[in-house]
């Protein structure tokens, strides 16, 4: 059934990022130049402006908002009666809490169509190395993430990592300075080439990330990782899961990331008690997953140290 709500377009990112810029871009899109009642929510102002006749052309509205206060339902369906808007398009402030949005109820007739996080590639890890939970908030509730203003020596496939660690669905898209969209190679730091993968201790996030986009490039192959042992009631009997705890934005946020593994003596194992597995990769449908996923087959399991850091980074 087709939806019919009023669709709310979403644009996140810090100031300056360039959301004034991709939502001028996207007002001149055939699709937003049809003569239906927009309404531009505009909660800050940056260096980049918006034209009032351009807007007042393409039958839109642009209506400031001053504070985090006044983003709440009734505002909200204030303007829905006032206006009568077809569509909306919301320029949300990067400083503002992500969890306003999370709170926000929208009026019964809207919806949410769309959410993008717009990053400038040029202060990112500025930004990453300073207010990592902010943007990694703005992420995780994201679409699309697109990084512009990215310059082919930046350190974009592990830019990919770091927002799949806490996405996995989104989008991503590069671009550079001129709006044009960049191509980014996943660069591993092992080899493909071999059936057997020798897992180092700081490429598990890799590893992880990857094999959930490409799992064709794995199944049949074996690996030999350290992991830590997760063993549980809720687990299938004869399995457990061999993981790594991971930073997915800072150190309030540690998360466990690991795959279901088939081994016979499982029951044998310390819920979490370092080892070194060797096991068969495959992609078949599980429970734990609700569908199809990694699937382990250990071929040896065996006590192992643990590593100076144990934690896992994606970068």
Request: net charge negative.
């Amino acid at each position: 059934m087709k939806d019919s709500r009023i669709p709310l377009y979403l644009i996140t990112g810090f100031l300056d990022s360039g959301k004034t810029t991709l939502l001028t871009d996207t007002l001149n899109m055939d699709y937003f130049n049809d003569g239906q009642r927009t309404v531009l929510l505009m909660c800050e102002d940056g260096e980049e402006e918006y034209d009032q006749d351009r807007l007042s052309k393409r039958n839109c509205r642009l209506i400031p908002i001053d504070s985090q206060e006044q983003l709440n339902t009734a505002f909200l369906q204030e303007i829905d009666r006032r206006y009568q808007p077809e569509r909306i398009l919301m320029e949300y402030n990067g400083m503002w809490p992500i969890q306003i949005l999370r709170d926000l109820k929208l009026p019964k007739n809207w919806g949410l169509y769309q959410a993008i996080d717009v990053i400038d590639g040029t202060t990112f890890d500025m930004y990453r190395n300073n207010m990592q939970s902010m943007i990694m908030d703005m992420v995780t509730e994201a679409d699309m993430v697109l990084f512009n203003r990215c310059t082919p020596d930046m350190p974009m496939s592990g830019w990919k990592r770091s927002i799949r660690a806490v996405n996995r669905m989104c989008e991503i898209v590069f671009e550079n300075e001129q709006g044009e969209e960049l191509e980014v190679a996943d660069i591993l730091p092992y080899s493909l080439e071999q059936p057997h993968i020798d897992l180092e201790d700081d490429d598990y996030g890799i590893w992880y990330l990857d094999i959930q986009e490409h799992p064709d490039r794995y199944v049949g192959k074996t690996i030999t990782y350290k992991a830590q042992a997760m063993t549980g009631m809720r687990l299938p009997k004869g399995s457990f899961v061999p993981g790594r705890n991971a930073m997915t934005c800072c150190a309030e946020d540690i998360r466990f990331f690991g795959f279901l593994c088939k081994y016979d003596k499982a029951r044998s194992l310390k819920k979490g008690e370092w080892i070194t597995v060797t096991a068969e990769i495959r992609w078949e449908n599980a429970s734990v997953y609700d569908g199809e996923g990694v699937v382990l087959y250990a071929q040896s399991v065996e006590k192992a140290q643990r590593p100076e850091d144990p934690l896992v980074y994606f970068r």
